[in-house]
């Protein structure tokens, strides 16, 4: 079955840096674009980044443009996300979601992980 | 950009009752690409509904989702107790990018 699972989260303080990984298994990991999405404590969902099945295309929400970077190995079926420069308003639960499509760059999210929590405070 | 505004922002109901969730987009969704998800407390969103109409994997045919445009719907035809959580309404008809709407936490009255 599908799996996702993020790692990385922790206690960082504001300006520094931070790199999450989710290791993913169950399907073609090649064909599917994949996208992180996090939750800040209480609040809703919040859409990060997403990077192409072959990892060529990314893109970003304006809140971290800049500041965030996506990448991929396919060859260990892993995605991950440094996050620099973090700032307090980045405190947050961090998912890893899977494109439900393969190889389509309009997707609904049919697997998550169960997230990462990163803790941005002096 | 989309802006997803969902209504209401929570919904006090006795499990056997009808949910009827909205989702308000303030441009028109391309494709009727629009996505429910279930929340409960401490875990990841579960896919319910894509496409604005048609049922994830697994999903009971309880949970309905109809619209189109920019207004869309999910309903709950039998409130069962497993079902109280927050919905969250996702717009992907942007390539390459896409939103979420705010939340609607359905409660046991």
């Known amino acids: 079955q599908v799996q996702l699972v993020e790692s990385g989260g922790g206690v960082v303080q504001p300006g520094k840096s931070l790199r999450l990984s989710c290791a993913t298994s169950?399907?073609?990991?090649?064909?599917?674009?994949m996208y992180w999405v996090r939750q800040a404590p209480g609040k809703g969902l919040e859409w990060v980044t997403v990077?192409?099945?072959?990892?060529?295309?990314?893109n970003y929400a304006d809140s971290v443009k800049g500041r965030f970077t996506v990448s991929r190995d396919n060859s260990k079926n892993m995605v991950y996300m440094e996050l620099n420069n973090l700032r307090s308003e980045d405190t947050a639960v961090y998912y890893c979601?899977?494109?439900?499509?393969?190889?389509?760059?309009?997707?609904?999210?049919?697997?998550w992980g169960q997230g990462t929590l990163v803790t941005v405070a002096a | 950009e989309i802006v997803l505004t969902q209504s209401p922002g929570s919904l006090s109901l006795s499990p056997g009752e009808s949910a009827t969730l909205s989702c308000r987009a303030s441009?028109?969704?391309?494709?009727?690409?629009i996505a429910w998800y279930q929340q409960k407390r401490g875990q990841a969103p579960r896919l319910l509904i894509y496409?604005?109409?048609t049922r994830a994997t697994g999903i009971p045919d309880r949970f309905s989702g109809s619209g189109s445009w920019t207004d869309f719907t999910l309903t709950i035809s039998s409130v069962e107790p497993d079902d109280f959580a927050v919905y969250f309404c996702?717009?992907?008809?942007?390539?390459?990018?896409?939103?979420f709407g705010q939340g609607t936490r359905l409660e046991i009255k």
């Open positions: 496409g604005a109409s």
């Open positions: 979601a899977k494109a439900r499509r393969p190889r389509y760059d309009r997707n609904p999210n049919d697997a």
């Open positions: 990077i192409s099945y072959e990892g060529s295309k990314t």
């Open positions: 441009q028109t969704v391309a494709l009727n690409f």
């Open positions: 169950g399907f073609r990991f090649s064909d599917y674009d």
């Open positions: 996702q717009e992907y008809g942007t390539s390459f990018s896409t939103t």
